[in-house]
């Protein structure tokens, strides 16, 4: 039988080295996912939840988990660490509107800016109330921060007392609530210049309500 002719040591080396390559590359392939954003994987981020009406979307609804309407405080409030994870945010929805369409997301601290349109529309506190409970429930986070809602042109005094009542449900569930719109109220109506219907903010306004929760945001995924 005839030998076979043996290779050559520079042969064999560099067989080996492209066998070497082609695992790497193929290890590679396997473990890349090219839809993972390096804000979702950062262990230092702290990611948002949103939950409101269009003072959160602005005069769009939020989509894909983004801000595109002009009018919300959420660009104001985003920056590192705090990245926006998602929510649900469409203009004149009701808190019985968001309790439907929510869906759970995961973050680190949910949001929610819910009444204005509930107040417009005469809808009793307590099925407000049941709403909001509802909508912390279903979103399933547990760092939750509740907002004010801001000043009505219309019905100021009703815009105070449901704020009263918000704020005695976030103390009874262990939410932090925060009013981020004090430098924007004047009595019970807004600052003159601070809106542009007697509903809606400023940008201007709307930022700096942003950079009020974000403290609070921060603050409660601190564990404060």
Same mark, same amino acid.
């Given at each position: ?23 790497? !590359?193929?290890?590679? *392939?396997? +473990?890349? #996912?090219?839809?993972?954003?390096? &804000? ?6 702290? $990611? @948002? ?60 601290? !949910?949001?929610?800016? *819910?009444? +204005?349109? #509930?107040?417009?529309?005469?809808? &009793? ?6 709403? $909001? @409970? ?82 609070? $945001? @921060? ?6």
């Amino acid at each position: 039988m005839p030998s076979r002719p043996r290779r050559s040591r520079s042969q064999s080396a560099r067989r080996l080295c492209a066998v070497v390559l082609l695992v790497l !590359l193929f290890s590679a *392939a396997c +473990t890349a #996912d090219p839809d993972v954003q390096a &804000d979702d994987t950062d262990p230092g981020n702290v $990611v @948002l939840v949103v939950v409101g009406d269009s003072l959160t979307a602005g005069f769009e609804p939020l989509t894909d988990g983004e801000v595109r309407g002009e009018g919300s405080w959420v660009p104001g409030a985003l920056g590192d660490p705090l990245v926006l994870g998602g929510g649900w945010a469409v203009p004149g929805a009701t808190t019985g509107d968001m309790r439907s369409g929510v869906t759970p997301v995961d973050g680190d601290v !949910l949001v929610v800016m *819910a009444g +204005t349109n #509930d107040i417009a529309q005469g809808i &009793d506190w307590e099925a407000s109330r049941d709403n $909001v @409970l509802t909508i912390t429930r279903t979103m399933r986070i547990g760092a939750v921060v509740v907002s004010a809602i801001p000043p009505s042109a219309n019905q100021a005094e009703v815009a105070t007392a449901y704020n009263e009542r918000l704020r005695l449900v976030a103390t009874e569930q262990g939410w932090t609530f925060v009013d981020p719109w004090e430098t924007a109220r004047e009595g019970e109506g807004w600052v003159p210049g601070a809106s542009v219907d007697g509903t809606h903010p400023t940008q201007e306004v709307a930022d700096e309500v942003g950079r009020t929760l974000r403290a609070a $945001v @921060l603050a409660r995924a601190a564990g404060g």
